[in-house]
């Protein structure tokens, strides 16, 4: 069954019903509980901004509980308006290449969660979970920094300036484009959404990242087939472990411990320079048959997606080329290398560490709590410092359970969320520091590596 539309005697159609395949059809639609919504038209009246528009074709549930803490799609009077039908399930599964497996279904209401989100409303009181002043302090700082050295190392073209550049916009990656894109700046979705292009400045685009980080990675943390984070650097590392499988495992992958971080420093170049996925405005491969190639919303967006990547272009390879005579491939190379570099060091660690949850929907059935399989695919290691300094990549955990929540709170609520995955037996993995969360990770990756497959595939 693709699509079909329930019709009474008279002719009149009553309800929509689609499957799984169904839906990756409709571009205009988007599912949350096994309903049907008219996202196009509810993107319009939507309080957050149009860009919901992007979840269409794709089963949003997960996305709404985790952007709309505590709430019911069924108690929302606006969401209501724009329900037009029910998913059913499929008869075949589908190959378009879009995911490996079914979507998986979660518990957002067990004792955990309630009691979490209990503690954290008590915590925070009647303070805003938008961005402080002092957030705003550091972007200010940030941005300066950004412009001055950008401005050296365009008249200059030095590695000193082209390096200082690339940091900063490392820092704006993880200190003000992520909490942008996550709508946890401010209320007025204009504000976040001028500041989510912060992605496209330095050299990345506000739309992929959406897909990629959005929709994909949070609503589906270490799920494979579903979050793209899981599997994005195969065939070169695994950060899965496979048990029991010999799939995509190489002899190489024995020794990805001593080389990760040197594949993992060309994820700046190749964003930047893969013109094809720009120009399609799609993350991967695999989601080739998915609905960004499909529907208008992101059409839209290529014209000043493509701008803003020249304009990238100008400032980091152009004009320090033209003006200060550094080498094209210097130019082309330098910075992008630098900020991907940095940004690998710091996110790979957030969901790759010993005892990390691989497998959040192993019990299958439904009875997944979200908000336990957030806890458990995520570390948190550090303090308020680590916060300042990586945008609050370090509260990982905080941030899985609270995305639209801005990163500058977490240091506050880590020790009551840790409290709490106490008193309910869920694993919180902690490390006092950073480098504690590094030799994690470099013993995780080695452990994947030696997994000795019990069985082959295919």
């Known amino acids: 069954m693709s699509a079909e539309e329930k019709v009474s005697?008279?002719?009149?159609?009553?309800?929509?019903?689609?499957?799984?395949?169904?839906?990756?059809?409709?571009?205009?639609?988007?599912?949350?509980?096994?309903?049907?919504?008219?996202?196009?038209?509810?993107?319009?009246?939507?309080p957050g901004g149009d860009v919901i528009a992007a979840a269409g074709a794709y089963d949003g549930t997960a996305l709404f509980y985790s952007m709309h803490a505590g709430m019911k799609p069924e108690?929302?009077?606006?969401?209501?308006?724009?329900?037009?039908?029910?998913?059913?399930?499929?008869?075949?599964?589908?190959?378009?290449?879009?995911?490996?497996?079914?979507?998986?279904?979660?518990?957002?209401?067990?004792?955990?969660?309630?009691?979490?989100?209990?503690?954290?409303?008590?915590?925070?009181?009647g303070k805003t979970w938008y961005a402080p002043t002092e957030f705003w302090m550091r972007t200010a700082f940030i941005i300066v920094m950004t412009i001055v050295s950008e401005y050296y190392w365009a008249t200059e073209g030095t590695f000193f300036w082209g390096t200082v550049a690339a940091i900063f916009h490392a820092q704006i990656g993880l200190a003000i484009q992520h909490d942008g894109s996550h709508g946890a700046l401010s209320k007025n979705p204009l504000v976040n959404a001028f500041f989510a292009y912060g992605a496209d400045m330095i050299g990345h685009c506000r739309w992929i990242w959406l897909q990629q980080h959005i929709l994909f990675h949070h609503p589906y943390t270490n799920h494979h087939g579903m979050d793209g984070d899981a599997q994005s650097a195969e065939p070169a590392l695994l950060f899965h472990r496979y048990e029991g499988t010999s799939v995509a495992r190489k002899?190489?992958?024995?020794?990805?411990?001593?080389?990760?971080?040197?594949?993992?420093?060309?994820?700046?170049?190749?964003?930047?320079?893969?013109?094809?996925?720009?120009?399609?405005?799609?993350?991967?491969?695999?989601?080739?048959?998915?609905?960004?190639?499909?529907?208008?919303?992101?059409?839209?967006?290529?014209?000043?997606?493509?701008?803003?990547?020249?304009f990238y272009v100008f400032r980091i390879v152009f004009l320090p080329w033209y003006l200060a005579g550094t080498s094209i491939v210097t130019a082309l190379l330098l910075v992008p290398t630098v900020n991907g570099m940095i940004l690998t060091f710091l996110f790979v660690l957030s969901h790759n560490f010993e005892g990390v949850d691989r497998e959040p929907c192993k019990d299958g059935n439904g009875e997944t709590d979200w908000y336990k399989a957030q806890a458990e695919t995520s570390g948190t290691y550090g303090g308020f410092w680590g916060m300042f300094f990586t945008g609050g990549l370090n509260f990982q955990i905080e941030h899985h359970l609270f995305p639209r929540m801005s990163s500058w709170h977490y240091p506050k609520l880590a020790p009551v969320i840790k409290k709490c995955c106490e008193d309910h037996g869920v694993v919180y993995s902690y490390y006092p520091n950073i480098w504690d969360n590094v030799v994690s990770c470099v013993k995780y990756m080695k452990d994947v590596g030696d997994e000795i497959p019990t069985k082959t595939v295919g």
């Open 75 to 125: 108690t929302s009077q606006l969401l209501q308006r724009y329900k037009v039908g029910r998913m059913v399930e499929s008869d075949k599964t589908a190959a378009d290449g879009w995911m490996s497996e079914t979507v998986p279904k979660y518990k957002y209401d067990t004792p955990f969660a309630k009691d979490l989100l209990k503690r954290v409303r008590k915590e925070m009181g």
């Open 9 to 46: 005697g008279k002719g009149k159609a009553v309800e929509l019903q689609l499957d799984a395949a169904g839906l990756r059809s409709r571009a205009d639609l988007v599912a949350i509980d096994d309903s049907l919504y008219d996202i196009k038209a509810f993107a319009a009246v939507h």
């Open 251 to 310: 002899a190489f992958h024995k020794f990805q411990h001593w080389y990760m971080y040197l594949i993992l420093s060309a994820y700046g170049p190749s964003l930047v320079w893969n013109l094809q996925y720009l120009e399609e405005l799609r993350h991967s491969e695999s989601m080739a048959g998915a609905m960004f190639m499909k529907g208008e919303f992101f059409s839209k967006q290529k014209t000043l997606a493509h701008a803003l990547r020249l």
